[in-house]
């Protein structure tokens, strides 16, 4: 099977990892007996779905449901629709600015959703729209702040570094910066006695950064429920992982941290790695753990960038057609007998129609007022009476 990561000798832990590979196929999950319609049945994850570091596997018996199953399509379908919209808009010159897309990578997002709790935490990089989305958001809120209008997330004023929801906290722009907060936010669900957990997403680009491995000791130095998770699309903006990074094996760099890499593009796999790092970090109060899902982005790291300068367009074409995360799950769903190819592509049809109707809403909304810089400054019901401008005579009062 195809695999993105090479079987080696991992430079410092030989005997802990190995010689296997992860599997990155999105379709490698076997029904164990049959597919029940109305109540859950199992399902087998292949043997090569999770490399461990410090800790035992997930279980690769994993118990679904046709509800489960479809309801995660749909979503997939629907968060691709949306970024694919995203695409069409920047080029048409009405999204400005930076614009980051998770095509290819929809299998973490939905698979975190499905596997955490309502009230545990998120929080992650610029590639954030559809964790937005599945924490609370809507895609017209994400569409309205990426366009700049005021029924945006943020009232069109911050862009996709700056989506908020309770319990999603941004798609942060400095790079690696989310990995403290998200270790910060952690530690407030200790301190106050909460039974949560908080989930911290960074890229394979951010993973040098010294605040990661600051919050990594912090994190277990205190035993926080931190799940730190490094989503590896192989290239940190244009270079890839073994050009920037000396040890590629990233759920291995937490130190004492235990650490598990998934297989990013098979959902029931991400799904599965995500309640076993929850189950550790919240139900069996044993710290944080480092989870490496293994996955790709089809386009560039932004849309200024083409992503054909330092990856071939054949090996983009291959990921596509051979490891998409939702063909996979397709794959599932007819062979199992779920679902017929034509009741599936009614789902594609619904999803498209979802993600237009929102792009339309969105660029109804007007653009913010010019008084609208002085707002949201402070939080609500703290402002003080006036805010001084550029200069000491400019004065605005709310």
Known sequence: MASLVRARLPRKFPRALGLRAIQTSADTTQLADGADHSKPFTVKLHED?????????????????????????????????????????????????????????EAVSVGLEHGIATDDRVITAYRCHPFAVLRGGTITGVMGELLGRQNGMSSGKGGSMHIFTPSFFGGNGIVGAQVPIGAGVSFAQKYMGENNATFALYGDGASNQGQVFEAFNMAKLWNLPTIFICE??????????????????????????????????????????????????????RGPLLLEFVTYRYGGHSMSDPGTTYRT???????????????????YIEEWGLATEQELKQLDKNAKAEVDAAVEEAKASPEPRIEDLWTDIYFKGSEPPTMRGREREEVHRY
């Open 49 to 105: 779905s999770f490399r461990s570091y410090l800790c035992e596997k997930p279980d690769l018996d994993v118990e679904v449901t046709k509800d489960q199953l479809l309801l995660m399509y749909r979503q997939m379908q629907t968060m691709r629709r949306m970024e694919m919209a995203a695409d069409a808009l920047y080029k048409a010159k009405l999204i400005r600015g930076f614009c980051h897309l998770a095509i290819g990578q």
């Open 232 to 285: 590896n699309n192989k290239y940190g903006m244009g270079t890839s992982a073994e050009r920037s990074s000396s040890n590629t094996e990233y759920f291995t760099r937490g130190d004492k941290i235990p650490g598990l890499q998934v297989n990013g593009m098979d959902i029931i796999a991400t799904k599965q790695a995500v309640k076993f790092a929850r189950k550790w970090a919240v139900e069996d109060q």
């Open 313 to 331: 367009r054949e090996e983009v074409q291959r990921m596509r057609s051979t490891q998409d995360p939702i063909r996979g799950l397709q794959k």
